[in-house]
């Protein structure tokens, strides 16, 4: 048996024979006295009823008659006037039936009295009854039962509780222990789950289907299985991913740094060969840097400084800044924001949002196609909606759902041409998230594509 089934039983078995124990004291108490006073009562009645006999007729022929009948039972009965003279007994007078006779008989109430009652100690129970003619106390009778019978009595009724109260212990034995292994068992898979985890194998399944609170936590324990399960797959496709973007710029600077330190190139192909380098550095600070902004959020230590800003002056500020890529690639730029709209941003924080937006909207449109931004509060929400809609390539269908995890890029080969990371799209959903919003992309591929940011304006 585990501990905790072992604890958990001992615990109700306790439990369970104190409150038996209790009820058994208090059924044996409450029986063994109402058999007591059943026995005490019917000896006072049996005297009783000879006394009526004896009032009606208190004669020779009366008294042995009723001596007689006693001498075939197991009660004794001494008829004695009230002087002290016994008329007849069904029994002999042993020292004991003598002591109880002594009972000072003027005091004896007419419904009769009980003499002894004191069955554990004393050789007989006794009672007395008062013999009453033409209102004169002129005898008693005199009931004597032998404590004997009681006590073999209720020694049979120890017997018989000893008997279900063995049987009942052995049937809370097998009980608690069904009922310790049905509770602990759950929680013992789930120790068993918690272990595995713990030593990196988040490929648990926990079937625990009640719907109590241990099923909530078998759900619970299941769901972080999964989940662990699916960061450690995602940890591993990241680490990959990383490995791969470093390990191919690595590796143009490294190959053409060689050939740009052989003798004999002209300067001309020394300086194409720099020029690759240069790019493919560009590209690894690129990555490097959002790397790092991916770290930050991962570690909670990406702080939201939010203040209010006009989304127009902002626009304004930001598209001065990429003015010249886009005239460098002859996009051009339509923007709408009506004045007036304020919202509660992170300036430099949303600005990485935007330009991290604009700049896929460059890199993948042909020359001389045009770009839309428009800024706009949606009446029905009355959110802050900010769309950038460009005439590029398009995304397929079925990777709009991929975009925005870390890495993934729809055309591979076309993204590096361009320096992509493949992290833009995961800061910005990041950082729009952090902000309280929602990103929706709309894309026909060979089309275009529409990236739409809605937040709270305050």
Request: aromatic share 8%.
């Amino acid at each position: 048996m585990n501990k905790i089934s072992y604890k958990l039983g001992l615990l109700f078995f306790s439990f369970i024979i104190l409150v038996e124990v209790i009820l058994f004291y208090f059924l044996y108490s409450g029986l063994l006295d109402s058999r007591i006073e059943e026995e005490l009562a019917a000896l006072r009645a049996r005297g009783e009823s000879h006394r009526h006999v004896l009032e009606q007729s208190l004669d020779d022929m009366t008294i042995e008659h009723v001596a007689l009948m006693e001498s075939e039972t197991d009660t004794d009965v001494v008829i004695m006037t009230h002087e002290g003279e016994v008329l007849a007994k069904s029994t002999e007078l042993t020292p004991a039936i003598q002591s109880l006779m002594q009972t000072e008989r003027g005091h004896v109430p007419f419904e009769g009295m009980i003499v002894e009652s004191r069955w554990e100690t004393q050789s007989y129970i006794a009672s007395v009854s008062p013999i009453i003619i033409n209102e004169q106390l002129v005898g008693h009778v005199y009931m004597f039962k032998d404590t004997s019978s009681i006590q073999k009595m209720i020694s049979k009724l120890q017997h018989h509780f000893m008997l279900v109260g063995s049987l009942l212990v052995i049937f809370t034995i097998i009980t608690v222990l069904f009922l310790s292994q049905a509770i602990t068992q759950p929680l013992i898979r789930m120790k068993k789950a918690t272990e595995r985890l713990s030593k990196g194998d988040f490929s648990v399944s926990i079937n625990h289907t009640s719907k109590d609170e241990l099923g909530e936590l078998a759900n619970s324990i299941q769901t972080l299985a999964n989940d662990l399960n699916h960061l450690k797959k995602e940890r591993n496709e990241f680490l990959a991913s990383i490995s791969h973007e470093l390990r191919t710029p690595l590796t143009y600077v490294k190959g053409y740094a060689d050939i740009a330190r052989r003798k004999g190139i002209s300067e001309e192909e020394r300086n194409k060969y720099l020029h690759i380098i240069y790019e493919e550095s560009e590209h690894l600070s690129s990555l490097v840097k959002d790397l790092f902004e991916l770290a930050k959020i991962d570690q909670h230590s990406f702080v939201i400084k939010k203040e209010k800003v006009s989304m127009c002056e902002f626009i304004k500020n930001l598209t001065q800044k990429i003015e010249p890529a886009l005239h460098k690639k002859k996009i051009n730029l339509i923007v709408t924001c009506p004045t007036g709209i304020y919202a509660n941003l992170d300036r430099s924080r949303f600005e990485q949002v935007m330009i991290n937006l604009l700049d896929n909207a460059l890199k993948y449109s042909s020359s001389e196609s045009t770009v839309t931004l428009k800024v706009k509060v949606n009446d029905v929400t009355n959110k802050l909606t900010i769309s950038v809609e460009d005439e590029g390539i398009g995304i397929p269908e079925s990777e709009i759902p991929l975009i925005f995890n870390r890495f993934h890029r729809v055309e591979k080969s076309r993204s590096r041409e361009s320096g992509g990371t493949g992290l833009g799209l995961s800061i910005v959903k990041e950082i729009v998230e952090a902000h309280g919003g929602k990103v929706f992309v709309d894309s026909q591929y060979g089309k275009g594509t529409v990236i739409t940011i809605e937040i709270d304006q305050f």
